[in-house]
């Protein structure tokens, strides 16, 4: 009888052990499978709310936790002393609001930047829409390298300055393209924000049955002056039509750090808007990228699409937790 009862035991518990092993390994092969890179933007991004959500290492109102960064960066950063890390402002840092004057990060977001700015380990540049000088007073951290108007404008934190030239004609036209879209469109919640070297036309108050009239009316009077119209978060952005971009910008400022080598370094970025796709593009293959966009089947280069502005919290807060331990 107890000889039966060992047999018995011990079948049960070799049975329970296949199980779990058996449940592990489909566990660690849906992580491969869902944390595996993408080359195309039309493939379906990687993301950790809904795919790994039957793995239950997501928590929180947001579905995303600072662990889950463990899987997105912890053997990609590993044991590196110096590495960087690029961010785009607006959909990123801070939530979009209805206004560009009411962005602001949360206290805990900005300090956290801070800390790993301050770390010696992090070299951090932030790279917006927003002309230089705002982005700079909406974050307000020094040890930045702030680059604002999609990277035309690149301020180093001793004062020096990068400004990407554009043609005498193009910067004639530009107060005249801003003065005839203020005249005919600035109207009914539309208004035009004047960053000197580009413009946004923003929509965000607009009732959205004029939208489509207004962003086509838009993109024609911003190109008819030689100027490229993109379709941005409620907003058309003008900009000029020069071989230039965030991504370029990014090239630049990783390279007046890092020298040659720039290409050798870990660099981590995170961006929500069509713009931030250059950087994406430019650190694919050694860099680490995210597309911050709670759509499912957003276009993106990006290495994995996270769902919110608090996802890049978690993200920092990994970050933090890495270099100031
Ligand atoms: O590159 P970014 O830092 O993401 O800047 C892109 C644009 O951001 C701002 O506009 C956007 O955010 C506003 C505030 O949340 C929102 O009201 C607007 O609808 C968004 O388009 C900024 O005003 C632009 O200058 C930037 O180009």
């Not at 047999?7 to 566990?27: E, H, K, Q």
């Not at 951090?124 to 020094?142: A, F, L, P």
């Not at 071989?243 to 040659?260: P, Q, T, V």
Request: aromatic share 8%; proline share 3%; net charge negative.
């Amino acid at each position: 009888m107890t000889k039966h009862n060992n047999t018995t035991s011990r079948a049960a518990r070799s049975l329970m052990i296949s199980v779990f092993l058996l449940s592990c390994l489909i566990v660690s092969s849906n992580c491969q499978v869902e944390l595996s890179q993408t080359t195309n933007a039309s493939t379906k991004m990687p993301v950790a709310d809904e795919d790994l959500s039957h793995l239950k290492v997501v928590s929180g109102g947001d579905k995303m936790s600072l662990e889950d960064f463990d899987q997105y960066l912890g053997s990609y950063i590993g044991d590196e002393r110096e590495f960087a890390l690029v961010l785009d402002f607006d959909g990123t840092l801070a939530e979009l609001t209805s206004h560009p004057n009411l962005s602001a990060m949360t206290p805990e977001m900005k300090e956290t930047l801070e800390n790993i700015a301050n770390s010696g380990r992090v070299f951090v540049t932030i790279i917006s829409g927003r002309d230089v000088h705002g982005v700079k007073e909406k974050v307000g951290i020094k040890n930045i390298v702030y680059s604002g108007n999609h990277g035309l404008e690149v301020l180093y934190p001793d004062g020096r300055r990068h400004n990407q030239g554009i043609s005498k004609e193009l910067s004639d036209n530009f107060g005249k393209m801003v003065e005839q879209l203020t005249n005919e469109l600035a109207h009914d919640g539309a208004w035009v924000e004047n960053k000197k070297v580009s413009l946004t036309f923003h929509i965000r108050q607009v009732d959205p049955k004029l939208v489509p009239q207004m962003e086509a009316r838009a993109a024609q009077i911003i190109e008819s002056y030689g100027y490229r119209a993109n379709k941005a978060h409620a907003a058309i952005e003008g900009k000029p039509p020069i071989h230039w971009n965030k991504g370029l910008a990014a090239e630049l400022i990783l390279k007046s750090n890092f020298d040659r080598n720039w290409e050798t370094r870990k660099v981590i970025f995170a961006g929500d808007d069509t713009t931030d796709e250059d950087v994406m593009i430019v650190i694919k293959g050694f860099g680490r990228s995210f597309r911050v966009s709670n759509d499912a089947n957003v276009q993106t280069n990006a290495d994995f699409r996270i769902p919110s502005v608090k996802s890049v919290f978690y993200m920092l807060k990994w970050i933090e937790q890495k270099v100031c331990a």
